[in-house]
Nanobody, 117 residues
Framework: VQLVESGGGLVQPGGSLRLSCAAS????????MRWYRQPPGKERELVAR????????NYAESVKGRFTISRDNTKNTVYLQMNSLKPEDTAVYYC???????????WGQGTQVTVSS
């Protein structure tokens, strides 16, 4: 399993970014995918999740109405569109898949998002 995030960067408050996560090494279309983030000095938290078909999504309360998770199963890629960014969205963002009977977590290397003026 390999997950490679991209799209992070420095953006001003109110701006937008689109993160991508390219997946390989497993049958992407069979698995739920998730985005997590870890702010400086804090624990990693779940931001958004999307079912295998993309038919259902869930979001953390802090990002509802601003972030949108989506996926393209033909490209083995999951996205996180982030709008109306706030300084408190500053974090390293990670792509995740949980697989197997015991639920093994696989992570990408993360991509830094910094929201600052």
């Amino acid at each position: 399993v390999q997950l490679v995030e991209s799209g992070g960067g420095l953006v001003q408050p109110g701006g937008s970014l689109r993160l991508s996560c390219a997946a390989s090494g497993f049958t992407f279309s069979r698995y739920e995918m998730r985005w997590y983030r870890q702010p400086p000095g804090k624990e990693r938290e779940l931001v958004a999740r999307i079912t295998s078909t993309g038919g259902s999504t869930n979001y953390a309360e802090s990002v509802k109405g601003r972030f949108t998770i989506s996926r393209d199963n033909t490209k083995n890629t999951v996205y996180l569109q982030m709008n109306s960014l706030k300084p408190e969205d500053t974090a390293v963002y990670y792509c995740n898949t949980r697989q197997g009977v015991v639920g093994v977590d696989y992570w990408g290397q993360g991509t830094q998002v910094t929201v600052s003026s």
